[in-house]
């Protein structure tokens, strides 16, 4: 027996299904399907994809997670069964959101598809936020100002990448690169091109397919109370310009004495 097994046995079970029910719903024979909820064989992908567009469910939790210890009817579906996002509620019915911190990120590639991870998360209650699925991410580095090393950055999942938008911030996370906080400069058909706020950081391509989630910025949690330097990028920009006038005037003084 293998947890798939047991997932598609308590999945027809909870749905009051008889195996011949679900064969005809996968378009395969009774025996063929036995068989995999017996463990004796395993389907190819297709037939799993099937399976999850049957129960409407994703292939993470079909393979991975025991769907016996899982409350499907809070679990939110999302496009192509590419994952689920468990939806916390407090005994008010009020969304919660799940807080990703700097001592469980380095784990959130794994477990971002997994209820397990995500129902042990921090969660909090921002009630200013309106409909939506929010998630707040720890902020690293310096490549975002005005936010800080150590600040939180809610964002609002978007369950399709045709909703992202030049010019505005995404939290996004990818198979290679993990979890960044990036401004959008352009998109095309395959790929995002992305750049920090601090313009020593050069602009570089996402590859649409390397994206497993981007969230949209709301708001930003933050302690510090330090004033922000105005317009930094064009004071350093005149800085040069000032600094080019002076040379070309230094040039013209040494032109005149020769």
């Known amino acids: ?16 299904l008889s195996q011949e029910k679900v064969a005809e719903g996968l378009d395969i024979t009774r025996g063929r399907y036995v068989k995999y909820e017996d463990g004796t064989s395993e389907p190819p992908y297709e037939i799993l994809k099937k399976i999850a ?3 409407q469910v994703s292939l993470d939790l079909l393979l991975f997670v025991d769907v016996r210890t899982v409350n499907l009817d809070t679990l939110l579906k999302l496009d192509n ?17 799940e807080v990703v911190t700097q001592k469980v990120k380095a784990g959130y590639l794994s477990g971002y598809g997994d209820p397990e991870y995500i129902e042990q998360l921090q969660q909090i209650y921002l009630p200013f936020l309106g409909n939506g699925k929010y998630r707040g991410f720890p902020v690293e580095g310096d490549s975002m100002p005005p936010h800080q090393d ?26 290679s690169e993990g979890m960044v906080y990036k401004r959008l400069n352009k998109k095309i058909e395959n790929s995002l091109t992305v750049s920090s706020d601090n313009f020593f950081y050069p602009a570089y391509e996402v590859r649409a397919s390397d994206i497993l989630e981007i969230w949209e910025y709301q708001c930003n949690i933050g302690r ?5 330097e105005a317009l930094e990028s ?7 310009i000032e600094l080019k006038n002076e040379i070309g005037d230094l040039k013209n003084k040494i032109a005149l004495t020769n």
């Open 1 to 16: 027996m293998s947890l798939f097994s047991d997932n598609i046995r308590a999945l027809r079970s909870k749905y009051k």
């Open 81 to 97: 069964n590419r994952i689920i996002l468990p939806i916390q509620v407090d005994s008010l019915g009020e969304n919660r959101i």
């Open 150 to 175: 150590g600040d939180i950055i809610v964002g609002r999942y978007l369950e399709q990448l045709g909703e992202v938008l030049s010019g505005k911030t995404y939290i996004i996370i990818t198979r």
């Open 224 to 228: 510090s109370d330090k004033q922000s």
């Open 234 to 240: 064009t004071s350093i920009k005149n800085m040069f």
């Open 53 to 55: 567009r049957f129960y």
